[in-house]
């Protein structure tokens, strides 16, 4: 039994990596979930904030590169790898540490981190002597600065209305609608057809307009990401589809599909696939005629503070992400007391 436990330790290897191309909330979670699901990967942690992860792993089951691939094939992202010496020490930091060991700073480091706190006293020290020992300024300062200080308390309470500041939108009958027109709560999902996020959160919407019915509705709005090649394509395909009145069956089409990968040659098939008359489809999808109203769409977003996708607004308040379904459920319910 000890010789097998040696074995176990033997084969486990571990690689540290920075992710570059992270544009997306909620990025960084599914990455940890796909890289757990893969045989033979023990242990993952990525940083939220460096976007730095290691994963622990068996190499007789998985191979550096089948873990590198995984996550560059979940959203086009590139792998970093970031190699062990002493230049990443304060990197090695931030991540688990198998062995359980902790770094013990030579006597150098220390007299270095005790001289930074013995500049800090200092610079306190000089800001006390002249806080209490310089003479006070004249009135006319002392009422300057009331004015201002009182600038500053309504910046500061007009500041939580900005940050909750809700978006406004302008709901035609030419927007993609699904659900009832006149419901009370309006999701406005800015979305891309290659982005694995919103392929996740698709069945979520699908729930919400199931559990409410008539009081809440959705509209699709376009936000291809640069860095997913068919995302551009595969929404003026969802817009010429729309032509023919099936952007919904479309869209479902797109999203159920993901997966597998997209092209142009399935864009052309999906349409034939749901009846659409394959001629009037082609010429519109190779034509580009859409291509501006979806830049429109793009723009919009952008205007509103759209950095990534998936990105929902819920009557006006952002948010941002493949939130779970409670998320939203909670928004709703709060929305419709």
């Given at each position: 039994?000890?010789?097998?436990?040696?074995?176990?330790?033997?084969?486990?290897?571990?690689?540290?990596?920075?992710?570059?191309?992270?544009?997306?909330?909620?990025?960084?979670?599914?990455?940890?979930?796909?890289?757990?699901?893969?045989?033979?990967?023990?242990?993952?942690?990525?940083?939220?904030?460096?976007?730095?992860?290691?994963?622990?792993?068996?190499?007789?089951?998985?191979?550096?590169?089948?873990?590198?691939?995984?996550?560059?094939?979940?959203?086009?992202?590139?792998?970093?790898?970031?190699?062990?010496?002493?230049?990443?020490?304060?990197?090695?930091?931030?991540?688990?540490?198998?062995?359980?060991?902790?770094?013990?700073?030579?006597?150098?480091?220390?007299?270095?981190?005790?001289?930074?706190?013995?500049?800090?006293?200092?610079?306190?020290?000089?800001?006390?002597?002249?806080?209490?020992?310089?003479?006070?300024?004249?009135?006319?300062?002392?009422?300057?600065?009331?004015?201002?200080?009182?600038?500053?308390?309504?910046?500061?309470?007009?500041?939580?209305?900005?940050?909750?500041?809700?978006q406004t939108f302008s709901i035609t009958k030419d927007d993609h609608i699904r659900g009832n027109i006149n419901a009370t709560v309006t999701l406005v999902e800015f979305s891309d057809f290659?982005?694995?996020?919103?392929?996740?959160?698709?069945?979520?919407?699908?729930?919400?307009?199931?559990?409410?019915?008539?009081?809440?509705?959705?509209?699709?709005?376009?936000?291809?990401?640069?860095?997913?090649?068919?995302?551009?394509?595969?929404?003026?395909?969802?817009?010429?589809?729309?032509?023919?009145?099936?952007?919904?069956?479309?869209?479902?089409?797109?999203?159920?599909?993901?997966?597998?990968?997209?092209?142009?040659?399935?864009?052309?098939?999906?349409?034939?696939?749901?009846?659409?008359?394959?001629?009037?489809?082609?010429?519109?999808?190779?034509?580009?005629?859409?291509?501006?109203?979806?830049?429109?769409?793009?723009?919009?977003?952008?205007?509103?503070?759209?950095?990534?996708?998936?990105?929902?607004?819920?009557?006006?308040?952002?948010?941002?992400?493949?939130?779970?379904?409670?998320?939203?459920?909670?928004?709703?319910?709060?929305?419709?007391?």
């Amino acid at each position: 039994m000890v010789g097998n436990n040696i074995n176990e330790i033997k084969i486990m290897q571990k690689t540290k990596f920075k992710i570059q191309g992270i544009k997306c909330d909620n990025c960084l979670l599914l990455i940890e979930e796909k890289l757990k699901s893969k045989d033979g990967v023990v242990k993952v942690k990525v940083d939220q904030i460096s976007n730095k992860g290691v994963v622990i792993y068996d190499k007789q089951k998985i191979d550096e590169s089948d873990i590198y691939k995984t996550i560059e094939e979940i959203g086009g992202f590139k792998v970093e790898k970031i190699e062990d010496g002493i230049k990443n020490t304060e990197d090695n930091a931030n991540y688990d540490n198998p062995s359980g060991s902790r770094e013990i700073k030579s006597p150098i480091e220390k007299t270095s981190n005790n001289r930074g706190v013995y500049a800090v006293i200092a610079v306190f020290a000089i800001i006390f002597l002249l806080v209490n020992f310089i003479p006070k300024a004249d009135t006319g300062t002392q009422i300057s600065g009331s004015v201002q200080n009182n600038q500053q308390q309504v910046q500061q309470q007009d500041q939580p209305a900005k940050q909750a500041g809700l978006q406004t939108f302008s709901i035609t009958k030419d927007d993609h609608i699904r659900g009832n027109i006149n419901a009370t709560v309006t999701l406005v999902e800015f979305s891309d057809f290659e982005c694995p996020f919103c392929e996740r959160i698709y069945p979520t919407m699908n729930q919400i307009l199931k559990d409410y019915k008539d009081k809440v509705r959705l509209v699709y709005k376009h936000f291809p990401l640069g860095f997913h090649p068919n995302a551009q394509k595969a929404a003026e395909a969802s817009e010429c589809a729309s032509d023919q009145g099936k952007f919904w069956e479309y869209h479902d089409k797109i999203f159920e599909n993901q997966p597998s990968g997209l092209s142009l040659e399935k864009f052309k098939q999906w349409a034939k696939d749901l009846g659409l008359n394959s001629g009037k489809f082609n010429d519109c999808l190779d034509s580009g005629k859409y291509a501006q109203k979806i830049q429109t769409d793009f723009q919009e977003g952008s205007q509103k503070g759209v950095n990534g996708t998936p990105a929902t607004f819920i009557n006006g308040q952002l948010v941002s992400g493949a939130l779970p379904y409670d998320s939203f459920k909670q928004i709703i319910d709060n929305l419709l007391k």
